[in-house]
């Protein structure tokens, strides 16, 4: 299975970890995108700005040292 157009996704997943969205703009970026879970890694922290995740309901699922999943909307 492929995604189609990987290369906007990319642009626009780098783009809500670079918090080059508000609070309000990355949370509308999870809704339309129907996003459930959220993974954050290495390379996410990598691009994330401080407080990339402020405002947005988000609960821990899993986590270990190096990474963290979140479950978006709880």
């Keep these: 299975m ?7 996704k990319q642009r626009a997943a780098e783009a809500f970890y670079q ?3 508000d609070g309000q703009g990355r949370a509308a970026f999870l809704s ?9 890694g290495p390379e996410e922290r990598r691009l994330a700005g401080q407080d990339v ?6 609960s821990v699922v899993y986590q270990t040292p190096a990474v963290t999943v979140f479950q978006v909307g709880v």
């Design 2 to 8: 492929a995604t189609f157009d990987v290369a906007a």
């Design 19 to 21: 918090a080059t969205e």
């Design 32 to 40: 339309s995108n129907h996003i459930r879970y959220l993974f954050y």
């Design 53 to 58: 995740f402020a405002g947005l309901a988000l």
